[in-house]
């Protein structure tokens, strides 16, 4: 059941929505029980539209919004709680480990720090160099690399060569941890 003054979902109440489909990491809604819904007629509208279906929207940014009680929740959240059977700190991100943030299977999802999290990104479409952390320096014309480390920026140099600037950005990658991931493009 869930507290309706905070709407915290609790695994149970999960677990009396939703079968969760591990080969795809879909959420299916299940046929759901009255006691869910403060009217009878709620309760039959929504299981006679849903039960049965894949549950939650694409949005805009390719995550997976399931609404539950009518406060919409990261699909990929609610499948992490699902597969765990527990529901981890909200200071803790869940991590898409290949990217892809409709990918909500098992195998696809870890519990990370805010800042691990951050070391798996993608690369943003906008990047010109190809590569995350390299850019050319507008005034000299040299390559730029630099990275983020503790939450701070820290400048890697600037060289003569993209192909210098990338090795300086991947070294200092390895050096601190970035996911191999990092960078990459969806």
């Known amino acids: 059941m869930t507290n309706k003054k905070s709407n915290q979902l609790t695994i149970d109440y999960l677990n009396e929505c939703f079968l969760l489909n591990p080969l795809t990491g879909d959420l299916i809604w299940k046929f759901r029980p009255r006691n869910h819904f403060k009217w009878a007629s709620e309760w039959v509208l929504f299981n006679t539209q849903n039960a049965g279906n894949v549950a939650g929207n694409l949005e805009g940014n390719g995550y997976i919004r399931v609404r539950i009680n009518g406060v919409k929740h990261k699909a990929h959240r609610i499948c992490y709680w ?67 480390i503790n939450s701070k920026k820290v400048h890697l140099g600037y060289f003569h060569s993209k192909d210098e600037a990338i090795a300086a950005r991947k070294l200092a990658e390895a050096n601190n941890g970035y996911h191999q991931n990092h960078g990459s493009k969806q």
């Open 82 to 148: 699902i597969y765990t059977n527990k529901i981890p700190d909200k200071e803790l991100d869940i991590d898409h480990i290949n990217g892809v943030k409709n990918d909500n299977r098992e195998l696809n999802l870890r519990l990370v720090s805010a800042a691990e999290n951050m070391k798996n990104m993608r690369l943003n479409k906008s990047n010109s160099s190809g590569v995350m952390g390299v850019d050319q320096h507008k005034k000299t014309k040299r390559w730029r690399a630099r990275i983020t």
